[in-house]
């Protein structure tokens, strides 16, 4: 959604009619949603606004990207997950401020912007991929964040077998067609390269003519001297031989320090420099917080640290505003790691906080972090586990992944097709989701080109209004104009046809 605004004058768009206590979540993700769902029976209104129209469950976004899930089964509309909660109403809109003394968040959506007054207000908008100063490189190298960023590289995936089978037949070299890098060996890299290998290896491998998809290369970089690095070394190593032995290539201590259409340059540690040629790539490493985090430390002096998250008081507020909450992915507090629960848990204390203090309760104790454990995926049967000082590997700790997810999964309906789909790809060696389209492909990019992005495809709500009119003008000027006909024509009032005889 683009962030462009436009000459219309912002308009108040608060709950119509609401006198209890207002509150504004930013942020549809696992902070908004969960805070927004802890709020259920408190005495408010909740105005949800978020960029996206859908809940994304972004563990799974690789499955997507591979063909596994369907984009439905990891976003459903927030809306209706919200349909029976009556105190909780979603816009759609990407926020562009929040003006803390006047208490408002302003949004936008294809050139038409909208305010919301709080008197609480939680943000989490979650955090961006960062490409560490090199932005330039995602036009080549899609990140993992969104619905759009996965859709683009199944087309990209899937598209690069198919470019390569047409290179194939026509006797080419299509080396830097079978060619997948994976930038970033966190758990999100480690499951793509993972599902990228497996694809290749069995998925697709009956389905070429010219080529032999179990040749293509998989390649997973990081700079880091392990892979997994928050799992400890001894996982790190078991889930490197492991990916060695699905047929992934581990370049670890290498830095990517360019990427182009074709291929990409690596520097190692010992300063040896290799190009690898390969059109498809994946960026997974790196985040950047929501640029709302420097909005608000610009107004209340609260330091970002180097990823832009926000420094948070120990109740997830803001300095000097204690009825704004800042939870998930956009805040640096305690060294908390950028997951699912901390989001979670943060956002149920801060609804639980608005709704005691509306009932007279005292101040709850600072926020605290139960860590849940860690998990990833390497391939079907195969994931690593950390659970306090428990270290699971393997199958027993893939079942655990599969119990977990299938817990979080929102929606009855969504878990019930995730569990037939992974049926046909765990059990099976087929992928329910293999449709990509050129769109999927080429859309971002084409998107990125026009100065606004979607907005400029629109009108503007002032140019619609406009051309309303001036239909409006015409059909009264032509009524005016038949009117002044018939009074010259003396035909007022004559019956059709009379005079003919
Ligand atoms: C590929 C991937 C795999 C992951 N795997 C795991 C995992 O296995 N386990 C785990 O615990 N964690 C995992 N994570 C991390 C986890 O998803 C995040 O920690 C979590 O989503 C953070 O929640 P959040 O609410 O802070 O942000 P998000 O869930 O990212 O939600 C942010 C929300 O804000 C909206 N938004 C952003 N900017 C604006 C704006 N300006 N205006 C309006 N709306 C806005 C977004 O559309 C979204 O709805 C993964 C993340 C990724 C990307």
């Known amino acids: 959604m683009s962030t462009s605004t436009s000459n219309e004058t912002p308009r108040s768009d608060d709950q119509p009619d609401s006198t209890r206590h207002r509150v504004v979540v930013v942020g549809s993700g696992f902070g908004g949603l969960f805070g927004t769902k802890a709020l259920k029976r408190a005495d408010v209104d909740i105005t949800m606004v978020a960029k996206t129209t859908h809940h994304l469950f972004q563990p799974l976004l690789y499955q997507v990207a591979t063909g596994i899930l369907s984009e439905g089964e990891i976003a459903p509309p927030t809306r209706e997950v919200l349909a029976k909660q009556k105190n909780a109403r979603v816009l759609l809109g990407e926020v562009t401020d929040i003006d803390l003394e006047a208490r408002t968040v302003t949004s936008h959506v294809l050139g038409r912007?909208?305010?919301?007054?709080?008197?609480?207000?939680?943000?989490?908008?979650?955090?961006?991929?960062?490409?560490?100063?090199?932005?330039?490189?995602?036009?080549?190298?899609?990140?993992?964040?969104?619905?759009?960023?996965?859709?683009?590289?199944?087309?990209?995936?899937?598209?690069?077998?198919?470019?390569?089978?047409?290179?194939?037949?026509?006797?080419?070299?299509?080396?830097?067609?079978?060619?997948?890098?994976?930038?970033?060996?966190?758990?999100?890299?480690?499951?793509?390269?993972?599902?990228?290998?497996?694809?290749?290896?069995?998925?697709?491998?009956?389905?070429?003519?010219?080529i032999e998809t179990h040749t293509a290369r998989v390649v997973l970089i990081d700079a880091a001297p392990q892979v997994l690095p928050p799992f400890g070394r001894k996982l790190g190593l078991w889930t490197k031989e492991r990916l060695e032995r699905l047929?992934?290539?581990?370049?670890?201590?290498?830095?990517?320090?360019?990427?182009?259409?074709?291929?990409?340059?690596?520097?190692?540690?010992?300063?040896?420099?290799?190009?690898?040629?390969?059109?498809?790539?994946?960026?997974?490493?790196?985040?950047?917080?929501?640029?709302?985090?420097?909005?608000?430390?610009?107004?209340?002096?609260?330091?970002?640290?180097?990823?832009?998250?926000?420094?948070?008081?120990?109740?997830?507020?803001?300095?000097?505003?204690?009825?704004?909450?800042?939870?998930?992915?956009?805040?640096?507090?305690?060294?908390?790691?950028?997951?699912?629960?901390?989001?979670?848990?943060?956002?149920?204390?801060?609804?639980?906080?608005?709704?005691?203090?509306?009932?007279?309760?005292?101040?709850?104790?600072?926020?605290?972090?139960?860590?849940?454990g860690s998990m990833a995926t390497i391939s079907r049967f195969n994931a690593v586990a950390t659970i306090g000082k428990i270290r699971l590997t393997g199958f027993i700790a893939w079942l655990m992944w599969l119990a977990v997810h299938l817990v979080y999964i929102t929606g009855f309906k969504n878990r019930t097709t995730a569990v037939l789909h992974w049926f046909v790809s765990f059990l099976g060696?087929?992928?329910?989701?293999?449709?990509?389209?050129?769109?999927?492909?080429?859309?971002?990019?084409?998107?990125?080109?026009?100065?606004?992005?979607?907005?400029?495809?629109?009108?503007?709500?002032?140019?619609?209004?406009?051309?309303?009119?001036?239909?409006?003008?015409?059909?009264?000027?032509?009524?005016a104009a038949e009117e002044v006909r018939l009074t010259d024509s003396s035909a007022r009032g004559t019956k059709v046809g009379a005079g003919k005889a």
């Open 113 to 210: 912007t909208t305010v919301n007054h709080y008197d609480s207000l939680i943000v989490a908008a979650g955090a961006g991929q960062s490409y560490f100063g090199n932005d330039h490189f995602a036009e080549f190298a899609p990140g993992m964040k969104s619905i759009d960023d996965a859709l683009e590289l199944r087309g990209r995936i899937f598209g690069a077998f198919e470019m390569a089978e047409l290179g194939a037949s026509r006797g080419e070299n299509v080396d830097h067609l079978l060619t997948f890098v994976v930038v970033g060996a966190g758990p999100t890299g480690v499951e793509m390269a993972g599902q990228i290998a497996e694809l290749a290896t069995r998925t697709l491998k009956r389905d070429f003519r010219a």
């Open 429 to 479: 060696r087929g992928r329910s989701e293999r449709t990509a389209t050129e769109q999927q492909i080429f859309g971002r990019t084409a998107l990125a080109r026009l100065g606004r992005g979607a907005t400029d495809l629109v009108s503007a709500p002032g140019e619609l209004d406009a051309e309303a009119e001036r239909l409006r003008r015409t059909e009264l000027e032509a009524q």
């Open 247 to 372: 047929g992934v290539e581990v370049m670890l201590g290498a830095m990517v320090t360019g990427v182009d259409e074709r291929g990409l340059q690596v520097k190692f540690k010992n300063g040896r420099e290799e190009r690898i040629e390969a059109v498809t790539k994946v960026w997974a490493a790196g985040v950047q917080a929501s640029p709302l985090s420097k909005r608000l430390s610009e107004q209340t002096g609260a330091p970002l640290d180097r990823a832009g998250r926000i420094g948070v008081n120990p109740d997830l507020t803001l300095p000097g505003y204690p009825e704004v909450f800042v939870v998930g992915d956009m805040i640096a507090l305690d060294n908390l790691p950028g997951v699912a629960q901390v989001a979670i848990q943060g956002a149920k204390y801060a609804a639980k906080e608005i709704d005691g203090r509306l009932k007279g309760k005292p101040a709850q104790k600072p926020f605290k972090y139960f860590d849940k």
